[in-house]
């Protein structure tokens, strides 16, 4: 008995060792570092849990010591995956960003789709989507990779392009051709000084390829684009595909005066490797020998003309200052009239220093959007130093460069206008804003638009060419979630501006009206419209380059269409107009930031400010202020905020109209945003991308999870979200 008692025990001891030996339970993770095994469970279950993925799990397991198809690791972190060519689908998900080690990213020829994610791995040097389904933008997480050298999006279903390429240095192959991309080229792709090939065709590409004109490029193919203008001189010695747009053919007009020359960087070629310089030395060494001239006689010709160029000053010199001499004593004769004209030598000698060194201007505190219409005040403009002339001569003004206006943007009359909206008549106001009031306009073919009368406050002279430099700056905005502009009227002194019209109205009219005058909004469109107004503002803060402070963000300011996404409107008009930050301080309803309060001064922290104020428009349904509360209710910000952490304040605070119907950890995250925003401190408040991020993060958990109610306008589903 005891012999079979000892025997079992060790069968049982020997079993033990073997499953501790030989099996690797999926919970317990073996080499792999712990957050790239969690990013690589949530890409699998995003992507449908796909069999073909050999020994991939939707939790747990060992991407690096079980060898899971694809991966690709050095020690314990992934630095590589390649899966291309596998008919996945599904999405992306959101934890790619754990992935600090992977280097490449290869997912081409697949079946993949939705938005491109803004969580991408961070220091990839190769990302290759290619050939997906992918829709939205490309996104500006990508203007964060430094180290990547290969971009490849072709093929897919973007729309917008809203990376910002000053950090992408090391970039040689650009491809994001085969898309639906529109706007111009930004101006930040002259920062791509290593790029070899772009490929931009077949997209819907507008403007002109001028930043192209200075990168080292071998091939560049934009063809079927509705690019416009001429191709830059230093493009036409390159691998060029270019049909299928609307380029100039004539000669191209000469650069504006003081314009420097565009020195493309040349590429190598084989046997002549050497540094340009060396080739234009020897090329003037040549010449210098065919002309018959050595070195010493080329100095010798200049010195002597130096000698008698100073010969010839000296006299025009002391003849002018005897001419001088006798012009002042009959100046001082005179009672000093004409004194101001009368510059003593030391005065003199600043004059031409203050000429050549510009004065220095303190900007730390100026409005980055200002610095596209810097002019200098007339009191600092030069007299003109010719001084045998007693007559006071007007200072010299440049003439401005003629403003040109993209071709997409129409020319209207008023008298179109004034027939459009019925002589403007209060049947058709739309609404009235801190710049003018806005009326809807229906012409003869059945367009519809929205027209904004620019009061005279906001433009006190009329000055059409700054008018029309305003509407050309605005005209270049371009992202789906900024109102659009269609047009503009300057004449009889009048300024008008014609947006696309957007027949859901605001977002103030669906939070605020009565229940009998608008459509209640259930959870998922208010997420959607957060979403995509945070995306609106990351494309002015981050992706316009100078930067556009928008400083009016309010839900009047938020215009939905049918399918209630939301659209950014009045964007670039306060940061363009001359008088408009002293007309939003005498208009605040509550969405300014508290050192916009003290200072009058805008940034775009205080834009950040107040779309957290919007943030919480939506979660709570109350306006920013409102009088006819309690004292300690009327300020919005001051009830909320010490509220936003409290999970039992929180689902007291929440719009009434939602019934109870809302996930509740998606309010929590939603509030979470909103306190990043709304802090004091505007150091503190995160930039654009980061909230966009964020909400990317609520957006695509919701939708894993599959869990959202809700009744009222909409689908309940959880594809409301996006």
Same mark, same amino acid.
């Given at each position: 008995?005891?012999?079979?008692?000892?025997?079992?025990?060790?069968?049982?001891?020997?079993?033990?060792?073997?499953?501790?030996?030989?099996?690797?339970?999926?919970?317990? =993770?073996?080499? %792999?570092?712990? +957050?790239?095994?969690?990013?690589?469970?949530?890409?699998?279950?995003?992507?449908? +849990?796909?069999?073909?993925?050999?020994?991939?799990?939707?939790?747990?397991?060992?991407?690096?010591?079980?060898?899971?198809?694809?991966?690709?690791?050095?020690?314990?972190?992934?630095?590589?995956?390649?899966?291309?060519? #596998?008919?996945?689908?599904?999405?992306?998900?959101?934890?790619?960003?754990? =992935?600090?080690?992977?280097?490449?990213?290869?997912?081409?020829?697949?079946?993949?789709?939705?938005?491109?994610?803004? @969580?991408?791995?961070? /220091?990839?040097?190769?990302?290759?989507?290619?050939?997906? @389904?992918?829709?939205?933008?490309?996104?500006?997480?990508?203007?964060?990779?430094?180290?990547?050298?290969?971009?490849?999006?072709?093929?897919?279903?973007?729309?917008?392009?809203?990376?910002?390429? %000053?950090?992408?240095?090391?970039?040689?192959? #650009?491809?994001?051709?085969?898309?639906?991309?529109?706007?111009?080229?930004?101006?930040?792709?002259?920062?791509?000084?290593?790029?070899?090939?772009?490929?931009?065709?077949?997209?819907?590409?507008?403007?002109?390829?001028?930043? =192209?004109?200075?990168?080292?490029?071998?091939?560049?193919?934009?063809? /079927?684009?509705?690019?416009?203008?001429?191709?830059? &001189?230093?493009?036409?010695?390159?691998?060029?595909?270019?049909? *299928?747009?609307? $380029?100039?053919?004539?000669?191209?007009?000469?650069?504006?005066?003081?314009?420097?020359?565009?020195?493309?960087?040349?590429?190598?070629?084989?046997?002549?490797?050497?540094?340009?310089?060396?080739?234009?030395?020897? *090329? !003037?060494?040549?010449?210098?020998?065919?002309?018959?001239?050595?070195?010493?006689?080329?100095?010798?010709?200049?010195?002597?003309?130096?000698?008698?160029?100073?010969?010839?000053?000296?006299?025009?010199?002391?003849?002018?200052?005897?001419?001088?001499?006798?012009?002042?004593?009959?100046?001082?004769?005179?009672?000093?009239?004409?004194?101001?004209?009368?510059?003593?030598?030391?005065?003199?000698?600043?004059?031409?220093?203050?000429?050549?060194?510009?004065?220095?201007?303190?900007?730390?505190?100026?409005?980055?959007?200002?610095?596209?219409? =810097?002019?200098?005040?007339?009191?600092?403009?030069?007299?003109?130093?010719?001084?045998?002339?007693?007559?006071?001569?007007?200072?010299?003004?440049?003439?401005?460069?003629?403003?040109?206006?993209?071709?997409?943007?129409?020319?209207? %009359?008023?008298?179109?206008?004034?027939?459009?909206?019925?002589?403007? !008549?209060?049947?058709?106001?739309?609404?009235?804003?801190?710049?003018?009031?806005?009326?809807?306009?229906?012409?003869?073919?059945?367009?519809?638009?929205?027209?904004?009368?620019?009061?005279?406050?906001?433009?006190?002279?009329?000055?059409?060419?700054?008018?029309?430099?305003?509407?050309?700056?605005?005209?270049?905005?371009?992202?789906?979630?900024?109102?659009?502009? &269609?047009?503009?009227?300057?004449?009889?002194?009048?300024?008008?501006?014609?947006?696309?019209?957007?027949?859901?109205?605001?977002?103030?009219?669906?939070?605020?009206?009565?229940?009998?005058?608008?459509?209640?909004?259930?959870?998922?469109?208010?997420?959607?419209?957060?979403?995509?107004?945070?995306?609106?503002?990351?494309?002015?803060?981050?992706?316009?380059?100078?930067?556009?402070?928008?400083?009016?963000?309010?839900?009047?300011?938020?215009?939905? &269409?049918?399918?209630?996404?939301?659209?950014? +409107?009045?964007?670039?008009?306060?940061?363009?107009?001359?008088?408009?930050?002293?007309?939003?301080?005498?208009?605040?309803?509550?969405?300014?930031?508290?050192?916009?309060?003290?200072?009058?001064?805008?940034?775009?922290?205080?834009?950040?400010?107040?779309?957290?104020?919007?943030?919480?428009?939506?979660?709570?349904?109350?306006?920013? $202020?409102?009088?006819?509360?309690?004292?300690?209710?009327?300020?919005?910000?001051?009830?909320?905020?010490?509220?936003?952490?409290?999970?039992?304040?929180?689902?007291?605070?929440?719009?009434?109209?939602?019934?109870?119907?809302?996930?509740?950890?998606?309010?929590?995250?939603?509030?979470?945003?909103?306190?990043?925003?709304?802090?004091?401190?505007?150091? $503190?408040?995160?930039?654009?991308?980061?909230?966009?991020?964020?909400?990317?993060?609520?957006?695509?958990?919701?939708?894993?999870?599959?869990?959202?109610?809700?009744?009222?306008?909409?689908?309940?589903?959880?594809? &409301?979200?996006?």
């Amino acid at each position: 008995m005891k012999k079979k008692m000892s025997e079992n025990h060790h069968v049982g001891l020997a079993l033990f060792i073997l499953c501790i030996v030989g099996l690797k339970p999926s919970f317990i =993770l073996g080499d %792999t570092n712990a +957050s790239d095994a969690a990013a690589l469970n949530n890409l699998f279950s995003s992507m449908n +849990s796909p069999g073909q993925l050999s020994q991939w799990t939707a939790s747990g397991g060992d991407p690096c010591g079980q060898n899971w198809k694809g991966i690709t690791c050095s020690v314990s972190r992934v630095i590589q995956i390649k899966l291309s060519g #596998l008919g996945l689908s599904g999405s992306l998900g959101f934890m790619l960003d754990k =992935l600090t080690s992977v280097t490449e990213l290869d997912l081409s020829n697949n079946n993949l789709g939705g938005d491109l994610p803004y @969580q991408l791995p961070p /220091n990839l040097e190769r990302l290759n989507l290619a050939n997906n @389904q992918f829709t939205g933008s490309a996104q500006y997480s990508i203007s964060l990779m430094t180290p990547l050298k290969y971009l490849n999006l072709a093929h897919n279903q973007l729309k917008q392009l809203a990376i910002d390429f %000053t950090k992408l240095t090391s970039l040689s192959i #650009l491809d994001l051709s085969s898309n639906t991309i529109t706007g111009s080229l930004p101006n930040t792709m002259t920062s791509l000084t290593s790029a070899k090939s772009i490929y931009l065709q077949n997209n819907q590409f507008t403007g002109t390829i001028d930043v =192209l004109a200075t990168l080292p490029l071998e091939n560049l193919n934009i063809a /079927n684009n509705r690019f416009t203008g001429w191709i830059p &001189d230093s493009l036409r010695g390159i691998n060029l595909q270019k049909d *299928g747009n609307s $380029f100039n053919t004539g000669p191209a007009p000469p650069p504006p005066p003081g314009t420097p020359p565009i020195h493309r960087s040349p590429t190598p070629k084989s046997g002549n490797r050497g540094s340009p310089s060396n080739g234009d030395d020897s *090329g !003037s060494s040549s010449d210098s020998k065919s002309s018959g001239l050595g070195a010493g006689g080329i100095a010798g010709i200049v010195i002597s003309l130096l000698v008698v160029t100073a010969v010839i000053a000296f006299f025009l010199i002391k003849r002018k200052r005897s001419k001088r001499t006798s012009s002042s004593t009959d100046i001082e004769r005179s009672d000093n009239v004409n004194q101001p004209f009368t510059l003593a030598s030391n005065d003199i000698h600043q004059e031409n220093k203050s000429m050549q060194t510009p004065p220095v201007v303190e900007t730390k505190k100026l409005d980055t959007s200002l610095s596209m219409n =810097l002019r200098p005040p007339p009191s600092e403009r030069h007299k003109s130093f010719d001084e045998e002339d007693s007559t006071p001569r007007k200072p010299f003004v440049a003439k401005k460069h003629a403003v040109v206006v993209p071709s997409n943007v129409n020319v209207y %009359t008023v008298a179109d206008l004034q027939i459009a909206t019925n002589s403007f !008549s209060v049947d058709n106001l739309l609404g009235e804003g801190t710049f003018g009031r806005v009326y809807k306009a229906q012409f003869d073919d059945g367009k519809v638009l929205a027209v904004k009368k620019i009061d005279s406050s906001a433009l006190p002279t009329d000055t059409a060419e700054d008018f029309t430099e305003i509407v050309s700056k605005i005209a270049h905005l371009d992202h789906e979630n900024v109102t659009k502009l &269609d047009g503009y009227c300057s004449e009889h002194g009048q300024h008008l501006v014609i947006y696309e019209f957007h027949r859901n109205g605001s977002l103030h009219d669906f939070l605020h009206l009565s229940e009998e005058e608008s459509k209640p909004l259930i959870w998922n469109p208010r997420v959607k419209i957060a979403l995509g107004t945070a995306r609106a503002l990351e494309y002015l803060h981050e992706v316009c380059s100078p930067s556009i402070v928008h400083k009016n963000i309010k839900s009047a300011n938020i215009l939905l &269409d049918s399918e209630l996404n939301p659209h950014l +409107s009045d964007c670039g008009l306060a940061s363009f107009l001359p008088t408009a930050n002293e007309l939003l301080n005498q208009n605040d309803e509550g969405y300014s930031a508290p050192e916009v309060s003290m200072s009058g001064q805008y940034s775009l922290q205080s834009d950040v400010y107040s779309f957290g104020v919007v943030m919480l428009e939506l979660l709570t349904g109350r306006k920013p $202020f409102d009088s006819t509360r309690s004292r300690s209710e009327q300020s919005l910000v001051r009830w909320a905020t010490p509220q936003l952490h409290d999970i039992d304040a929180l689902s007291k605070m929440v719009d009434p109209a939602l019934k109870g119907l809302y996930p509740v950890k998606s309010l929590s995250r939603f509030a979470d945003v909103i306190a990043l925003c709304v802090q004091p401190e505007p150091e $503190f408040r995160p930039p654009m991308s980061e909230v966009v991020q964020a909400l990317v993060v609520l957006v695509q958990r919701a939708n894993m999870s599959k869990r959202t109610v809700g009744v009222g306008s909409g689908s309940s589903g959880a594809n &409301d979200y996006m």
